[in-house]
């Protein structure tokens, strides 16, 4: 076999300095990953799901045998779909195995040939991908510009040929810059234009909103949204996603969503697991509290301390710009280093220039140990660029 071309290429990824590898090193104190609640790692909700498991009767084995099409389907995934819908305040609601593919699968089949999508330039790789599999016209305007997206919706309904369906895309948190959508000025335009708003609630599920509920529900938005995607896979700690909307919604991705029919249905221990994060997050008022203190207490540090460089935000994703690939990379592992699990954010994942140390905030962070990541931050990062001269 003749695997010269992949060697050349990942030579020259090495060569660019962007060689991406796996690690199995977690032994640092996480500041890291999306599990913003501690619920990947709660023995509360690992107890609760052995406990629904055991309830459950024989006939739900290990796997679910086929895509939710033919043997895959369970009355568990429908009652959780209604469940979460209710949790959420949505009509109906459908689950897939990964944002990833809610994104994907939602956005190729809902935009078809002759429609049009706008969506912010932050947005997720996924939401990318769902542009570019879909046949609709695109187009990406600037973050958070609310005159931009206006000005594009301006545009697109005074074509001559204006387009049957618009779609504008945003993320109600920015998995990047960990900033917040306009959402209620989004909403108003795509009144004012009749354009469907579609809401990736992924970094706001179970951190925003009364009960967790996101964003949209915190500001009352629901019934502004042609579409919202939780996922499960951060602050719920579990696996996968659900888009929630109308029922007729619901039925036109049983139809026509391709990463929705073409694949086996999640097995009944990640749906176990997903109703017994739901049920932990309505117990857990004060996750909440505690999440959005530490948000305030970790911005208000930074602040006192005058460290420049972070992006603002009161989200848990906290973004130290540091630029230039070789620059970020070696500032991320000398925090390493000293104990703290943050990782260098490189172009092009994120704009040339805007080269970041990606910070997330959990609730089991403690106070000593944000003290002693912004210690290592400023010993490490290159005083002249991030710390304001004393
Ligand atoms: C904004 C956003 N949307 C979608 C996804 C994809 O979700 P999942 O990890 O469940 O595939 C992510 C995950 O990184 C995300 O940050």
């Known amino acids: ?26 032994k640092r104190i996480d500041f890291s990953s999306n599990d913003y609640l501690g619920f990947a790692r709660s023995a509360e909700l690992k107890k609760n799901v052995a406990a629904e498991l ?10 679910s045998t086929g895509s939710r099409l033919l043997t895959g389907n369970s009355k568990y995934a429908e ?56 046949a609709a016209d695109s187009f990406r305007f600037q973050h958070n510009d609310i005159i931009h997206l206006e000005d594009r919706l301006k545009f697109f309904r005074n074509k001559p040929d204006t387009p049957p369906e618009v779609f504008v895309v945003v993320e109600s948190v920015y998995s990047m810059d960990g900033d917040f959508a ?3 000025e989004i909403a ?24 967790g509920v996101g964003k949209v529900g915190e500001l009352g938005l629901e019934k502004n949204v042609f579409a919202r995607m939780h996922t499960f896979g951060k602050a719920l700690g579990c696996h996968g996603a659900i888009v929630l909307g109308s029922n007729s919604l619901r039925d036109f991705l049983i139809n ?26 309505d117990n857990g008022i004060n996750n909440l509290l505690f999440i959005n203190n530490l948000i305030h207490s970790f911005v208000s540090i930074v602040e006192n ?60 962070n403690t106070e000593e140990s944000i003290k002693g990541l912004i210690a290592s931050i400023k010993k490490n990062v290159n005083a002249g660029s991030v710390f304001a001269q004393s």
């Open 1 to 26: 076999m003749n695997e010269e071309f992949l060697k050349k290429r990942l030579t020259a990824r090495q060569e660019e300095g962007l060689l991406r590898k796996l690690s199995v090193d977690h």
């Open 54 to 63: 055991e309830n459950l009767p024989v006939e739900y084995g290990v796997g």
């Open 79 to 134: 009652d959780l779909e209604k469940f979460i819908a209710a949790y959420h305040h949505a009509e109906a609601g459908l689950i897939f195995n990964s944002g990833y593919t809610a994104n994907t699968g939602l956005l190729s089949s809902i935009a078809g040939k002759g429609d049009a999508i706008l969506y912010d330039e932050l947005s997720h790789a996924s939401i990318y991908d769902g542009v570019r599999l879909s």
């Open 182 to 184: 306009p959402l209620i």
């Open 188 to 211: 108003n335009l795509c009144e004012k234009y009749k354009a469907n708003l579609i809401v990736d609630e992924a970094h706001a599920t179970g951190v925003f909103g009364k009960r």
């Open 256 to 281: 026509f969503s391709r990463s929705f029919i073409y694949t086996t249905a999640l097995p009944i221990h990640g749906l176990v697991a997903v109703k017994c994060a739901y049920l932990l997050l």
């Open 305 to 364: 301390k005058k460290i420049h460089g972070f992006l603002k935000s009161y989200s848990p994703i906290q973004s130290l710009i540091v630029p230039g690939n070789d620059e970020v990379k070696k500032t991320a592992s000398l925090i390493q280093r000293d104990g703290y699990d943050v990782r260098p954010i490189l172009s092009p994942t994120v704009p040339k220039g805007k080269e970041r140390i990606r910070i997330c905030l959990h609730t089991f």
